[in-house]
C-alpha cells in the first residue's frame, strides 16, 4: 500500500475530477457507465485521502506549491460531484458533503489569495491551474439543482465568470511574457478550455432567466479556446507522460458537457443548431480517449 501511496501525488485529484465529470457526460448511454466512472473516480479519492493522512507532510509541501495549491482545488471540486452520486442512497446526507465540499473550495480560495497573491506574488509562478481554484467553485452551479441551491448557484456561476475575465487576462499574459515553461509544467495549459465551458454549464444549470445571446458567444469563445488546446493536448501526448496530463481529462470532458448543455438550452429557447450535435459527438470521444489515456497512465 505504502509503495501505491508514494506514486500518488496531487494531480490525481485532476483524474478524479475528470472520471466524475465523465460519467455524467456518459450517463445518457446508461446509467451503470455513469457509476463505473464514479467508483473510478471514488477509487482515486481514497487513495490520495490516504495518502495525506499517512504523509501529511506531504500535503504541507504541496500547499506551499502554486501549482500544486491550484491542482488541489480539483478535490473538493471532484467531491462536489461524487455527492450527486450517492444522493439516490443516502438522500439528504449528501447535501452535507456537498456542502463540506463547497466550503472547502471557498477556504481554498482564501488560502490561495493570501499566499499566493497577497503574501508573495510572482508573475512566473501563474499557471492556467489557476484557474481551478477561482473559477472552480463553479462546479457549485452545476450541481446546486441536485440539491435545490440554485441562488447559492446563480451566484458561484458570477463570481466564477467574473474571475475567468480577469485570470484570462492574466495567465495569457504570463504564458506570452514568460514562453521557457518547464516540460512536465506544459501540459497545463490545457486547463485553458475548462473555465469557459465549466461556466456554460453553471449558466445553463443555476442561472434564471437565460439569455441566448450570452449563451452563443460564450460557447463560441470556448470553442475557439477548445481547438487552440486541443492542438497543444496532441502535440504533447507525443511526448512523456507527467502528472500534469491530468489536464487532459476534466478540462476536455467539461468541452463536451457544455456542447451537450448548450444544444439542450438552445433548443428549449427555440433556436437549432443542427451540426451542433456532431460538435457534441466529437467531443465526447476525444473526452473519452483523454480520460482513458490518462487513468491507465497514473
Not at 502535440?235 to 439542450?264: E, L, W
Request: some cysteine; proline content about 4%.
Amino acid at each position: 500500500m505504502n509503495q501505491l501511496l508514494k506514486r500518488v501525488t496531487m494531480p490525481v485529484a485532476g483524474v478524479m475530477l475528470g472520471m466524475a465529470a465523465l460519467g455524467n457526460l456518459l450517463q445518457s448511454f446508461g446509467e451503470g457507465i455513469r457509476y463505473i466512472c464514479g467508483v473510478l473516480s471514488a477509487f482515486f479519492a481514497l487513495l490520495l485521502i490516504l495518502k495525506y493522512i499517512i504523509n501529511p507532510k506531504d500535503f504541507k509541501i504541496d500547499m506551499n506549491s502554486s501549482v500544486s495549491a491550484s491542482v488541489s482545488g480539483t478535490f473538493p471540486m471532484g467531491i462536489m460531484l461524487l455527492s450527486t452520486y450517492i444522493k439516490p442512497f443516502i438522500g439528504n446526507a449528501a447535501f452535507y458533503i456537498w456542502a463540506a465540499a463547497v466550503g472547502l473550495h471557498i477556504l481554498l480560495i482564501f488560502y490561495f489569495t493570501y499566499r499566493f497573491f497577497i503574501k508573495q506574488f510572482d508573475l512566473k509562478d501563474v499557471f492556467a491551474s489557476y484557474y481551478i481554484v477561482y473559477v472552480g467553485i463553479v462546479v457549485a452551479s452545476v450541481t446546486a439543482p441536485a440539491y435545490n441551491m440554485q441562488a447559492f448557484g446563480n451566484a458561484a456561476f458570477w463570481f466564477g465568470f467574473a474571475t475567468f475575465i480577469l485570470l484570462f487576462i492574466l495567465v495569457s499574459i504570463k504564458y506570452n511574457k514568460f514562453k521557457d515553461i518547464p516540460a512536465p509544467a506544459k501540459p497545463l495549459i490545457c486547463i485553458y478550455t475548462a473555465p469557459l465551458s465549466l461556466c456554460i454549464a453553471g449558466y445553463v444549470q443555476s442561472v434564471m432567466p437565460k439569455s441566448k445571446e450570452m449563451l452563443i458567444v460564450m460557447f463560441i469563445a470556448a470553442s475557439i479556446i477548445y481547438i487552440f488546446t486541443l492542438i497543444k493536448a496532441v502535440d504533447f501526448i507525443r511526448g512523456n507522460f507527467y502528472p500534469s496530463f491530468a489536464s487532459f481529462t476534466f478540462p476536455f470532458v467539461i468541452s463536451a458537457i457544455a456542447a451537450k448543455m448548450t444544444m439542450a438550452a438552445l433548443t428549449k429557447m427555440g433556436v437549432q443548431f443542427i451540426n451542433l450535435k456532431y460538435i457534441v459527438l466529437a467531443e465526447t470521444i476525444i473526452a473519452v480517449g483523454f480520460c482513458l489515456y490518462t487513468y491507465i497512465f497514473f
